[in-house]
């Protein structure tokens, strides 16, 4: 949501990147990240049995009870699936991976289990993140002199890192260059018409990154007086010409 009273800055997307880049990866210390709307494969064991039967399994928190995703008998090639998951898993009978399109609310734990086995077979973290959506920046003056706030925000997504640059640079450790609320706002104190340039606010996580860009240009507050003035003149010299005009013609 837009701050009451900002204004929004001209903008110019960079793109958005890796909108898939998990997909097909093993899992790193029991952990898979996957984004929403990607394909995650979740890997099936060493070797594979010619009989029984085999399941993947899901729950959401550890202590919650599991439910059975995907049921497959060995021998008959018979292959039960979920009905929530019926249109976006895919279950490999070669190597019995699972592959899974995935959803917000597919985060949680999933296991491979065979027939023989009543608690074992290792759970696997599956992390779901939300694509970042493209940042909107916003600031609340261009004034020289002033503190100019500019906020870089993404309505979807959460942000693991914000990342400002000036004229495609990073900017200076120190100075009047200023950040606060964990990156997402930058500010310039007693802000000069040197600070004019190009700035940029990339956003990333896991899954994804964004950035936009935006020409600030730095006004000099006294000429802004002296416009207004001068506009203020002509405007009451017009009118002035106005009345003037009006009385000569009922004087006729």
Same mark, same amino acid.
């Given at each position: 949501?837009?701050?009451?009273?900002?204004?929004?800055?001209?903008?110019?997307?960079?793109?958005?990147?890796?909108?898939?880049?998990?997909?097909?990866?093993?899992?790193?210390?029991?952990?898979?990240?996957?984004?929403?709307?990607?394909?995650?494969?979740?890997?099936?064991?060493?070797?594979?049995?010619?009989?029984?039967?085999?399941?993947?399994?899901?729950?959401?928190?550890?202590?919650?009870?599991?439910?059975?995703?995907?049921?497959?008998?060995?021998?008959?090639?018979?292959?039960?699936?979920?009905?929530? =998951?019926?249109?976006? @898993?895919?279950?490999?009978? %070669?190597?019995?991976?699972?592959? +899974?399109? /995935?959803?917000?609310? $597919?985060?949680?734990?999933?296991?491979?289990?065979?027939?023989?086995?009543?608690?074992?077979?290792?759970?696997?973290?599956?992390?779901?993140?939300?694509?970042?959506?493209?940042?909107?920046?916003?600031?609340?003056?261009?004034?020289?002199?002033?503190?100019?706030?500019?906020?870089?925000?993404?309505?979807?997504?959460?942000?693991?890192?914000?990342?400002?640059?000036?004229?495609?640079?990073?900017?200076?450790?120190?100075?009047?260059?200023?950040?606060?609320?964990?990156?997402?706002?930058?500010?310039?104190?007693?802000?000069?018409?040197?600070?004019?340039?190009? =700035?940029?606010?990339? @956003?990333?996580?896991?899954? %994804?990154?964004?950035?936009?860009? +935006?020409? /600030?240009?730095?006004? $000099?507050?006294?000429?802004?007086?002296?416009?207004?003035?001068?506009?203020?003149?002509?405007?009451?010299?017009?009118?002035?010409?106005?009345?003037?005009?009006?009385?000569?013609?009922?004087?006729?």
């Amino acid at each position: 949501m837009r701050p009451e009273g900002w204004l929004p800055l001209a903008l110019l997307s960079v793109g958005i990147v890796s909108a898939c880049q998990s997909t097909g990866l093993a899992p790193t210390g029991g952990r898979v990240v996957g984004a929403v709307g990607c394909t995650v494969v979740l890997p099936g064991p060493d070797h594979i049995d010619t009989t029984g039967f085999v399941r993947w399994e899901y729950k959401q928190n550890e202590n919650d009870t599991e439910l059975i995703v995907v049921l497959y008998y060995v021998a008959s090639r018979k292959l039960d699936i979920l009905p929530e =998951y019926k249109d976006r @898993v895919v279950f490999s009978m %070669s190597n019995w991976s699972l592959g +899974l399109k /995935l959803q917000l609310a $597919d985060r949680g734990l999933y296991r491979l289990r065979r027939e023989e086995e009543e608690k074992s077979g290792k759970w696997i973290q599956l992390e779901v993140i939300e694509l970042l959506s493209k940042p909107k920046l916003f600031r609340n003056s261009s004034l020289a002199g002033s503190t100019i706030e500019m906020v870089c925000n993404v309505t979807v997504g959460r942000v693991d890192s914000y990342q400002w640059r000036k004229d495609h640079k990073p900017l200076p450790k120190y100075g009047h260059y200023q950040l606060s609320r964990n990156n997402s706002v930058l500010l310039i104190l007693n802000a000069t018409q040197g600070d004019s340039g190009s =700035y940029s606010c990339k @956003v990333t996580n896991e899954v %994804s990154e964004n950035e936009t860009s +935006l020409e /600030l240009t730095i006004n $000099d507050s006294s000429a802004v007086v002296s416009n207004g003035v001068i506009l203020g003149v002509a405007v009451i010299t017009a009118v002035i010409i106005l009345v003037i005009a009006d009385g000569n013609l009922y004087s006729e």
